[in-house]
């Protein structure tokens, strides 16, 4: 293949949640909550019983039961207890220190202080700590007298524990890299960036600590390494980690322990997920790198483009992601289905556009065999699938190779983002190798860096979600 038929192309940047599966894992206790309020927290976020004995909500006014699963005391008075107002009903603040003063009620009424089984009575059987009758939007529970209990222990904590990796002058992060000279391209880049805002002062008077993790090519599961370093040593959030083949596990394992994640690349998307508020990608990947191609192939309609899949994959997520885009586009494109390993192309040589959707294996074989029957028409690939692809280069295709990319391969189209890297590899005397990967793992920094600034001094895992989201 001629290097000069390479074209590449830039792809949207952006902040996006990703998806996830599945719940909280059982026994991860977050912060320094107590085991009792540590089962109370689910039972308050989630409506979950440790005894997976059910939790049932009364709903007063329609006289119906459901699941406390789909109306947990989290959905209306917010996670951090605070309330959020909605429908012009304004939810009570859980927030103990506030629940245990007398208050005085904009119609006069004095509303005595809650005490345990004043608590545990408004719970129940919806009547407040002066015997009123709550609102009728406020649901009923029914839950056991030990799930009870473990609600007000999570209660009477709430507002007041740190989430892990948190102390009242540290913020404790972490990174998982590979070893060998990439992972410490990295490592030094992070901890340069870090060490600079701690000569700055920190953020709101919290010094920022990181913990790198490294694994070797081979050895145990990374997410399984991650586990067991978490639990020795809680981090707030994860930076610019590196998971590899294990990516789709990513957004289960940001869920299940509730810890954000910011990291550069969505390398591939997770099937069959639901919205997942942990999980932060800072640049696109090849769902949304496709997504890129089919636009630009609507904009030069000439030559003609076919969709080619692997066989099997017709409900495959980025299929659908990508159709779905040329309807929206308005690009008149054919589907062909493809047998693996060896996929045909049948059409005659020098025409025609292939836009590939597929795993590496299925779009390298593609690319070997236009070049094995001599065609020279036009192949786009998303960039994740290319750099996946070793020997794409030597393959002999003579044809034109498109390449859609997260991001240029060096920043020198952003004079601001090289001087902020030059001036920290001066300042601490970085490698000057992995440049691509040093540019991604600052970008990660500066967007959690900013997220923390904007989540303020009352900081918590909930804060900066927030804060990233806004981003």
Not at 90 to 116: H, I, K
Not at 117 to 128: E, K, M, P, Q, W
Not at 267 to 292: D, H, I, W
Not at 435 to 449: D, G, S
Request: glycine share 8%.
């Amino acid at each position: 293949m001629n290097p000069s038929a390479v074209s590449l192309v830039l792809a949207a940047v952006l902040v996006l949640p990703a998806c996830g599966l599945g719940n909280r894992a059982e026994g991860v206790a977050p912060g320094n909550l107590d085991a009792s309020a540590a089962r109370g927290r689910d039972i308050y976020l989630r409506g979950e019983s440790p005894s997976a004995e059910p939790i049932v909500a009364v709903l007063e006014e329609q006289q119906v039961e459901i699941p406390a699963t789909a109306i947990p005391c989290a959905s209306c008075h917010g996670r951090d207890g605070k309330g959020r107002p909605e429908g012009g009903v304004v939810p009570a603040s859980l927030v103990w220190r506030q629940m245990t003063r007398p208050f005085e009620r904009t119609d006069g009424r004095r509303r005595p202080a809650y005490t345990e089984r004043s608590f545990i009575r408004a719970v129940t059987l919806g009547v407040d700590s002066g015997g009123e009758t709550l609102h009728s939007v406020m649901p009923r529970y029914r839950l056991s007298h030990a799930d009870g209990q473990d609600l007000l222990a999570y209660i009477q904590q709430l507002g007041y524990h740190l989430d892990p990796g948190l102390t009242e002058n540290r913020i404790r992060l972490a990174t998982l890299v590979p070893e060998g000279p990439e992972g410490e391209a990295i490592r030094q880049l992070l901890e340069a960036r870090l060490a600079q805002v701690n000569a700055e002062g920190g953020l709101y008077g919290r010094q920022l600590e990181l913990s790198t993790i490294t694994y070797s090519e081979g050895s145990t599961s990374r997410i399984e390494l991650l586990e067991r370093r978490l639990a020795e040593e809680p981090a707030f959030a994860l930076l610019a980690p590196s998971f590899g083949e294990e990516a789709a596990r990513v957004a289960y394992f940001a869920e299940s322990h509730e810890i954000p994640v910011l990291t550069p690349f969505a390398t591939r998307p997770v099937k069959n997920a639901a919205s997942n508020r942990y999980l932060f990608y800072l640049y696109g990947g090849s769902l949304e790198q496709s997504r890129v191609l089919v636009e630009l192939a609507a904009r030069n309609p000439e030559p003609r483009t076919v969709i080619v899949y692997p066989k099997g994959q017709e409900a495959g997520a980025r299929l659908r992601a990508v159709v779905d885009q040329a309807r929206r586009s308005g690009l008149q494109a054919e589907l062909l289905e493809l047998a693996e390993p060896t996929p045909e192309l049948p059409w005659a040589p020098d025409t025609g556009r292939l836009l590939v959707v597929g795993a590496p294996p299925f779009a390298s074989e593609v690319v070997k065999h236009a070049a094995r029957s001599d065609w020279h028409g036009e192949i786009w690939l998303a960039g994740d699938d290319a750099a996946a692809m070793p020997g794409l280069a030597s393959s002999g295709f003579r044809g034109s190779l498109l390449v859609a990319l997260p991001t240029l391969p060096s920043l020198d189209h952003q004079p601001k983002g090289v001087a902020s890297w030059q001036a920290l590899a001066d300042q601490y005397d970085l490698t000057r190798e992995h440049r691509p990967l040093q540019y991604a793992a600052l970008a990660t920094t500066e967007l959690l860096l900013e997220a923390l600034r904007r989540a303020g001094h009352n900081l918590t895992r909930e804060h900066l979600i927030e804060a990233l989201e806004q981003l």
